[in-house]
């Protein structure tokens, strides 16, 4: 059977050949208004098994795998039991035929999705975060000494409140994203562990 667009006639009860996941409306090209499947299984002169067809659509000795279905009127392919579209798309009907579209986070044609990574190039990470991508997202991680939820990031002063983090004998100074412990005059150490006095 040959289809060509300007040979395509609307119609809302039509029939259906179906290969792989798309569909062919039958009943609405000229020239195969076939009503059965044994009508189509007739008029190609193909020996056939069970529902499925082969069916020379150009008439140029390359055959395609079909399947017979003469249901009439449109058939929501998103409800059916196989994946027409990628499990990271969204499907959406249309009259004879459905739509894949990627969903936010993925990039592809619809029935092949994989995923962005948001974080190569500009993300809405604080410049003092680390990006992490995720499955269809990203995440954003303050770095150490500083607090937020990543997409603001502002300094932490370790040297307020209760926890010490340099010994008592020390002087804790912050410093943009730490802090240093200097030990006080007379004692000796890192800061963090300073001897008695000399």
Known sequence: MEARPDNFQPDG???????????????????????SCQEIKLSEGKDSISKKYWLDPANVGSSNLVYCDMSLGDIDECKSSNDVCDKNANC???VGFYNCTCKE?????GHSCSDIDECRGNNSCHVNATCKNTLGS???????????NGQNCSNIDECKGSNKVCDENANCSNTVGF????????????GYSCSGKI
């Open 179 to 190: 802090y240093n412990c200097t030990c006080n005059e007379g004692f000796t150490g890192d």
């Open 13 to 35: 009860s039509r029939f259906y050949m179906r290969r792989f996941k798309g569909r062919t409306p039958l009943g609405s090209i000229p020239e195969l208004p076939a009503s």
């Open 92 to 94: 959406s009907n249309t």
């Open 105 to 109: 986070g993925f990039t592809g044609d």
């Open 138 to 148: 990203h995440v954003c991680e303050c770095h150490p000494g500083y607090s937020g």
